[in-house]
């Protein structure tokens, strides 16, 4: 008997995984968004989630209303990114940047930033608070960059929920935040919206790290705790996009569970910050 629920349970697995691939080639043919490198283990977890919220029995059957309803699609990107972030987070990585990255980046006499899976946008309003304060705000341009339009959206508006504030503070004081975060938003209908004044040097944009190229040369590129959800090729791209964007001495930051070890790049950066996981791009 156990080793017919075995077989069965193998049979299952393999046919998922076959359907898996069917759904991730249909989206990239009929969407043009490429899902197709992602790491499997994880896709496989939010895919399950979405049949249950689709009310589908079999990834075919969820594959054939992504194609089919264009709406379907739009909500599928929840599943297929993860959109989970909070401002400051990892607050010591903040406090590199502040006291280790800035000081460069002063030299500059102007500034380009690339935030890259920015999500709901709560890193690239961090950031920009950061820069506020250390007076480069001004001289910089903040191009942050996702795959979903809605989470694009929602980064837009810097619009957040008044009960996440209280992490976000504590956050951002652990971070080396000069003043109280309360000076740059505004309460109002249970939510926090930050300062307009902030709005004025970002600048949103579609872009995929698994189909699109460089778009500009930046001094600085944060894309945090998205690597761990591309398989080796698909992580060897993007490092490779951040590269070839960074000027000579650059810098990198990356996620806490993210590195440079064993890549194909790796000889291309120096670590600047370890223990932060920020590097610095080495003379070409």
Same mark, same amino acid.
């Given at each position: 008997?156990?080793?017919?629920?075995?077989?069965?349970?193998?049979?299952?697995? &393999?046919?998922?995984?076959?359907?898996?691939?069917?759904?991730?080639?249909?989206?990239?043919?009929?969407?043009?968004?490429?899902?197709?490198?992602?790491?499997?283990?994880?896709?496989?977890?939010?895919?399950?989630?979405?049949?249950?919220?689709?009310?589908?029995?079999?990834?075919?059957?969820?594959?054939?209303?992504?194609?089919?309803?264009?709406?379907?699609?739009?909500?599928?990107?929840?599943?297929?990114?993860?959109?989970?972030?909070?401002?400051?987070?990892?607050?010591?990585?903040?406090?590199?940047?502040?006291?280790?990255?800035?000081?460069?980046?002063?030299?500059?006499?102007?500034?380009?930033?690339?935030?890259?899976?920015?999500?709901?946008?709560?890193?690239?309003?961090?950031?920009?608070?950061?820069?506020?304060?250390?007076?480069?705000?001004?001289?910089?341009?903040?191009?942050?960059?996702?795959?979903?339009?809605?989470?694009?959206?929602?980064?837009?508006?810097?619009?957040?929920?008044?009960?996440?504030?209280?992490?976000? &503070?504590?956050?951002?004081?652990?971070?080396?935040?000069?003043?109280?975060?309360?000076?740059?938003?505004?309460?109002?209908?249970?939510?926090?919206?930050?300062?307009?004044?902030?709005?004025?040097?970002?600048?949103?944009?579609?872009?995929?790290?698994?189909?699109?190229?460089?778009?500009?040369?930046?001094?600085?590129?944060?894309?945090?705790?998205?690597?761990?959800?591309?398989?080796?090729?698909?992580?060897?791209?993007?490092?490779?996009?951040?590269?070839? &964007?960074?000027?000579?001495?650059?810098?990198?930051?990356?996620?806490?569970?993210?590195?440079?070890?064993?890549?194909?790049?790796?000889?291309?950066?120096?670590?600047?910050?370890?223990?932060?996981?920020?590097?610095?791009?080495?003379?070409?």
């Amino acid at each position: 008997m156990d080793a017919q629920i075995g077989t069965t349970l193998e049979e299952f697995d &393999s046919r998922f995984d076959i359907e898996l691939k069917l759904l991730l080639e249909g989206v990239y043919l009929t969407y043009q968004h490429d899902f197709r490198q992602y790491a499997v283990a994880s896709l496989r977890r939010r895919i399950m989630q979405a049949m249950v919220q689709f009310d589908c029995k079999t990834v075919s059957q969820l594959q054939s209303r992504v194609l089919h309803e264009p709406e379907v699609f739009a909500k599928m990107l929840q599943y297929f990114t993860v959109q989970v972030s909070e401002m400051f987070r990892d607050p010591m990585y903040f406090k590199a940047i502040r006291e280790q990255v800035v000081p460069v980046l002063k030299t500059y006499p102007s500034v380009k930033i690339w935030i890259a899976g920015c999500s709901t946008g709560e890193e690239v309003w961090s950031l920009a608070i950061l820069l506020a304060e250390e007076g480069l705000l001004d001289n910089t341009l903040i191009y942050a960059t996702d795959i979903n339009a809605d989470s694009l959206k929602t980064a837009e508006t810097g619009i957040y929920s008044v009960d996440r504030i209280a992490d976000f &503070s504590t956050n951002y004081l652990q971070s080396g935040g000069r003043h109280s975060l309360s000076d740059y938003y505004t309460t109002g209908y249970g939510g926090a919206i930050f300062n307009r004044d902030l709005r004025k040097r970002m600048v949103f944009a579609d872009h995929s790290l698994a189909t699109d190229s460089v778009f500009s040369e930046v001094q600085f590129v944060s894309c945090r705790n998205v690597l761990i959800y591309f398989n080796p090729e698909l992580q060897e791209r993007a490092i490779g996009l951040f590269a070839d &964007s960074l000027v000579n001495r650059g810098f990198l930051g990356l996620g806490s569970k993210e590195s440079l070890r064993f890549t194909r790049h790796a000889d291309t950066f120096t670590e600047f910050a370890r223990i932060e996981k920020i590097y610095q791009r080495v003379l070409r």
